[in-house]
């Protein structure tokens, strides 16, 4: 893992905190809508992204204040990652990940017959 220095930091999360509505050339991930839009999701906790990223999620970025978390992480530095952080208090690691595509569960029509339901 690399260290992100603060000029680096900056135009790789620019698209992360853009304050205006993203366009093509400013994308924005920050608001839950346009992450949606963008097919994407954070994930943000030692735990959880190290679970995501065993299970070989699509990841995008990787941001992790530890310098051994993992070999794709960019380094970032506790002050840098509060300013990407959904949190109040800083998780030491941050990811951004694909939402995988819908899967049809039932490719029949489904019909279901209950007895006895009451209010």
Known sequence: MRTVHAEEFNSKISH????EEP???NPS???KKYRQ???LFVAEG???VQELVDSKWSMTSLFAIDPNFHNEAQG???EQMKTITHFKSPSPVLGVFKIPPAK???NEPL???VDGIRD
């Open 111 to 113: 019909t279901i017959a």
């Open 76 to 78: 970032v530095t506790e």
């Open 46 to 48: 030692e735990k959880v």
């Open 37 to 39: 839009a963008r097919g």
């Open 23 to 25: 366009t093509q050339a």
């Open 16 to 19: 992360f905190y853009a304050l």
């Open 104 to 106: 049809k569960l039932i």
């Open 29 to 31: 991930i920050k608001p």
